[in-house]
């Protein structure tokens, strides 16, 4: 291995230590709990260290975006995966969506409701965001219904499930309801 290889992988090293110890501040303890100053001193880098990967909070917050739509990715694939049915699917993508949303809040906030500085819905969008829409037109384009386009219905079903997911964290929806809302769900919009 050359030296520049060595380099290489010790930054990328660092660069998934920073992003792994920010995504635990903000688990634990909110986003704002996580700054460059707190972040040094958890990984025992210097602040210059971490600029020297991220020019501030708002790219690490990206990052973590970033991370957070491969993993969304991912758990909607494997969710659907055993699904017989396309409405079994749309039903187990539901299930997985809300699921990632409320066992990784802070993660889901950096993906959603967080300035990332990534682009939604464009050209430049970065291809793990691409991807996670991706997972769900998937399972969701089969279900869209004749005559409409399949994007924009999982674009409509995407939303109806940002709501549900961002309602239920704030408690804003009583959480014995949760089931009898993804099948409301399911039943009105998917139409197979």
């Known amino acids: 291995m050359s030296v520049q290889e060595r380099k290489q992988r010790e930054r990328a090293g660092r660069e998934r230590l ?3 110890t920010a995504r635990e501040v903000a688990e634990q303890q909110g986003w ?5 100053r707190r972040l040094a001193e958890r990984i025992e880098y210097s602040q210059p260290v ?10 690490i917050i990206g990052a973590v975006a970033l991370q957070g739509a491969a993993e969304l990715a991912a758990a909607v ?11 079994e699917r749309a ?10 949303a409320a066992h990784n809040p802070a993660v889901y906030e950096a993906m959603f409701q967080l300035d990332g500085g990534l682009a939604f819905a464009r050209e430049d ?14 399972s969701l384009g089969e279900v869209a219904g ?9 674009e409509v079903f995407w939303a109806s499930l940002h ?12 959480p014995e309801y949760t089931e009898s809302r993804l099948e409301l769900l399911v039943d009105r919009l998917a139409v197979v």
């Open 146 to 154: 004749d005559g409409v386009e399949p994007g924009l219905f999982t």
């Open 50 to 59: 971490l600029y020297s990967h991220f020019r501030g909070k708002r790219e």
């Open 91 to 100: 039903a187990a993508l539901a299930r997985a969506y809300l699921d990632f």
């Open 125 to 138: 969008t970065p291809e793990p965001l691409k991807d996670a829409f991706a997972a769900l037109l998937e």
């Open 32 to 36: 704002d709990a996580v700054t460059t």
């Open 18 to 20: 920073i992003v792994a």
């Open 163 to 174: 709501g549900m997911a961002t309602l239920a964290r704030s408690g804003r929806l009583p």
């Open 77 to 87: 694939r494997a969710a659907t995966a055993a699904a017989k049915s396309p409405r």
